[in-house]
């Protein structure tokens, strides 16, 4: 059942929210039986890249779609701007509470600040922040993923597949959530074959310089790393891994994706055959878990983490070359087996 604070909260029209976010990033609605039930669910505010970048955002609204179509209500879904503040954040997050959504997430740690300040303004209401930033509050869910767990097993893919002893890792941004995927990667190749070299990049030093958000940066660092010999390259960098992507799929070497099945997305279909894997997280699945725990009056709150052991880290067996490999397979496995029984301890820096 819906919670009743969610029923007074709720008056205003659709129109009203576009109007009240106009100033704060673009907004999509859509309506189930919200009107019949004076209640609205789940909205999102998306990460640097926004809908469309075939990876954490989409993940989230895959996430959104599912709770909209199981739980029959009106939803929200909002792109960032550029250049945009924690004051930015907070407004829209704000904003969306007011309207009467609920739970309002924000996608991506920075809107930590942001949450932390709408949380407090509405108690009643549930917020939740996806990836590594925990907020302290009784109304917040902290959304946070191993991904240095799934990114080890990306490790073992790539030494097991490069036929140059050389792999490359692009990261999007100089920052301790990628630091995660760096360090479990590096460490599964090392693991997997010592000498097996790993070339390593941040694009950027800050997310306002583009560095999750620019394919270009992304083909260009990765065309750098294979002139350098690598054959197979591991991106975690948001849209700009479409970059990293395209760059290997030109110069015939291995990609690997990350946090949707990329080999799966429609955008990247040309390429996919360059797609070994991707190194998933299911935020999917942990954004409409949030929203069936508001819609069931027991909200989520505190520290909900997914890894190995829970499913909600894994490697997609998408590409038939990947799923096939019998050998790679068993490798994979074994590594996967001593990281959750504790065998296997995976760096996350």
């Known amino acids: 059942m819906r919670r009743i604070s969610r029923i007074t909260v709720a008056g205003a029209a659709t129109a009203s929210l576009a109007l009240a976010l106009s100033a704060c990033g673009g907004t999509s609605t859509s309506s189930g039986s919200s009107e019949s039930k004076g209640d609205k669910g789940l909205a999102i505010a998306y990460d640097v890249g926004g809908?469309?970048?075939?990876?954490?955002?989409?993940?989230?609204?895959?996430?959104?779609?599912?709770?909209?179509?199981?739980?029959?209500?009106?939803?929200?879904?909002?792109?960032?701007?550029?250049?945009?503040?924690?004051?930015d954040k907070e407004q829209r997050l704000v904003s969306l509470a007011k309207q009467g959504y609920n739970p309002v997430v924000g996608v991506g740690y920075a809107?930590?600040?942001a949450v932390k300040g709408a949380a407090e303004k509405y108690p009643d209401t549930t917020f939740g922040i996806v990836d590594d930033a925990t907020v302290e509050a009784k109304n917040v869910a902290d959304l946070v993923f191993s991904e240095e767990e799934a990114s080890y097993l990306a490790g073992v893919a790539a030494a097991k597949s490069t036929e140059t002893k050389t792999v490359g890792f692009v990261g999007g941004v100089d920052i301790p959530l990628i630091h995660k995927f760096r360090a479990g990667f590096e460490q599964?190749?090392?693991?997997?074959?010592?000498?097996?070299?790993?070339?390593?990049?941040f694009l950027t030093q800050t997310a306002e310089e583009g560095g999750f958000s620019?394919?270009?940066?992304?083909?260009?660092?990765?065309?750098?790393?294979?002139?350098?010999?690598?054959?197979?390259?591991?991106?975690?960098?948001?849209?700009?891994?479409?970059?990293?992507?395209?760059?290997?799929?030109?110069?015939?070497?291995?990609?690997?994706?990350?946090?949707?099945d990329q080999y799966q997305q429609a955008a990247l279909a040309k390429y996919k055959d360059s797609i070994l894997t991707s190194a998933m997280k299911d935020v999917a699945k942990a954004v409409y878990n949030l929203a069936k725990s508001v819609e069931d009056g027991k909200p989520t709150t505190g520290i909900v983490k997914?890894?190995?052991?829970?499913g909600e880290v894994s490697l997609s067996n998408s590409n038939p070359k990947f799923a096939d490999d019998a050998e790679l397979q068993k490798a994979i496995e074994a590594a996967k087996e001593k990281i959750i029984s504790g065998e296997i301890k995976v760096k996350s820096s």
């Not at 599964?188 to 990049?201: A, L, M, N």
């Open 306 to 310: 997914g890894d190995l052991k829970t």
């Open 188 to 201: 599964g190749v090392k693991d997997t074959d010592p000498k097996v070299k790993v070339i390593s990049q």
């Open 214 to 260: 620019s394919p270009d940066k992304g083909k260009s660092a990765a065309e750098g790393q294979i002139e350098k010999k690598a054959d197979v390259v591991y991106a975690a960098a948001g849209l700009s891994g479409q970059g990293v992507i395209e760059a290997a799929a030109a110069n015939k070497v291995w990609a690997i994706g990350v946090d949707s």
């Open 51 to 87: 809908k469309g970048d075939q990876s954490f955002n989409d993940a989230a609204y895959a996430g959104l779609e599912q709770a909209k179509k199981e739980f029959g209500y009106e939803t929200a879904d909002v792109e960032p701007t550029d250049g945009e503040t924690d004051a």
């Open 111 to 113: 809107y930590a600040a």
